[in-house]
């Protein structure tokens, strides 16, 4: 072969390499999702689906994020599949973002059950999987390799409602409590940490028992809570259950001055349903645009501009996808395991639910609220503000204003 021929037929391979190289290089960022768009969570799964949309949509507005192997700054494309509130979906959902959607990395859907399976499927398939709204105790024993875990402990949501009651006079605090959660193992898990805070702080719930998931009669139930003389109730359920009991709390002419829900009272679909009867009625909360955070107030306005209504949960959605995409910026990598090393042990400043810490384990724990339906509006009840809102106490129906 001549020189020249050896050459040129070099310069060919050598072309062919390079455009290879440019066709294996990444064009995008692929971010999958789990989220419940249907069933029972789906209220949830919405704004979970609207928050991780808008922080994509603001990473992309700045341009993107730059990755080495690409050299450049890529656009980032949220890929979601719906897993139907069904924890035996949400691996079906998993598989398909990650096999047949070819997701780089993962973000969460809603609750523990679907979380573990959604851990479960990432530890299989060596995806990182950057996880909210799972307990830590369910999480943390499992030493998953491939998720991190963004969300409040069990302990410190559970104490809220007490450090509330230490606010009050004397004479208004409850004195015979129910505990109503919801018979699954996020309600065991809750109803346990409940139980160790009611000792801490000297409590006796006059009703403990499990509150039975999907039922469309809770009479016999709400009957007991009278017989007992129950004061106050703290609920943990869905939105579903928990807007049937309390309609039919109503129905039987039975008021406590003090409802605190969980998982089910903060949600629109819950005081859309129950209009003026969700006055009064406390919710937890994972979030507030009252809360001095970088860009908090920004993201409240922009979500109730869009949904016309108020959102104590899409602050700890939108700054889930936060956390996944600093840590993607801060490495220029879409490999999983360099991005989940860069969350586990690290601090992520001003997200909009503030400075969070992840322990070596990948572990980072917010503070838990507590908010008060009044007038279409959930209020900031805690954590406390000097000049912030302050908790109304329940009056019998016939004596609340409509």
């Known amino acids: ?29 692929l971010i999958g999702a789990p989220i419940s768009l249907t069933g029972l969570l789906a209220p949830d799964g ?27 700054k890529l656009p980032v494309r949220l890929v979601i599949a719906d897993d139907q509130s069904d924890p035996a979906k949400v691996t079906d959902a998993m598989e398909r973002l990650i096999k047949i959607e070819k997701a780089n990395l993962l973000l969460s859907t809603h609750g523990g059950d679907l979380n573990m399976a959604g851990a479960l499927a990432a530890e299989k398939y060596k995806k990182f999987y950057m996880i909210t709204t799972m307990w830590p105790h369910m999480w943390a024993p499992k030493k998953f390799k491939w998720s991190a875990l963004f969300f409040y402990d069990a302990g410190g949501g559970a104490e809220v409602p007490f450090k509330i009651w230490q606010t009050l006079p004397e004479n208004e605090r409850p004195k015979n409590p129910a505990l109503v959660m919801e018979d699954s193992p996020d309600g065991q898990g809750f109803g346990g ?5 009611a000792k801490k702080y000297n409590v006796s719930f006059g009703m403990d028992e499990p509150w039975a998931m999907g039922s469309k009669d809770y009479s016999s139930y709400i009957l007991k809570m009278k017989a007992k003389g129950i004061d106050s109730v703290l609920l943990f ?12 709390m109503k129905e039987q002419n ?8 969980w998982k089910g009272t903060w949600t629109n679909e819950f005081h859309e349903a129950l209009g003026a009867d969700s006055n009064y009625i406390l919710a937890d909360g994972f979030w507030s645009m009252d809360l001095p955070y970088p860009g908090a107030k920004e993201l409240g306005e922009r979500y109730m501009k869009d949904k016309g209504k108020g959102s104590v949960v899409v602050g700890m959605f939108y700054a889930n996808a936060q956390v996944l995409l600093k840590a ?45 339906w009044w007038k279409d509006k959930l209020e900031l009840v805690y954590p406390p503000r000097q000049d912030g809102w302050k908790l109304k106490l329940a009056p019998a129906w016939d004596q609340r204003s409509k």
């Open 254 to 261: 039975f008021s406590v001055p003090y409802l605190h829900g």
């Open 237 to 248: 359920g869905n939105p579903t259950d928990a807007i049937t009991l309390v309609r039919q």
């Open 1 to 29: 072969m001549k020189t020249s021929s050896w050459w040129k037929v070099a310069a060919v391979a050598a072309a062919a390499t390079i455009a290879q190289a440019g066709l294996a290089a990444p064009r995008e960022i």
């Open 328 to 372: 993607i910026e801060k490495t220029g990598s879409l490999d999983p395991k360099t991005v989940r090393d860069a969350v586990a042990g690290h601090e992520f400043k001003d997200t909009v639910q503030g400075d969070v810490t992840f322990t070596p384990a990948g572990l980072g724990e917010i503070t838990s609220t507590a908010n008060q």
């Open 193 to 197: 940490a409940f139980k160790a805070m």
């Open 46 to 72: 919405l704004d979970q689906k609207w928050s991780y949309e808008q922080a994509v949509a603001d990473v992309n507005a700045k341009g993107g994020i730059f990755i080495k192997e690409a050299n450049k």
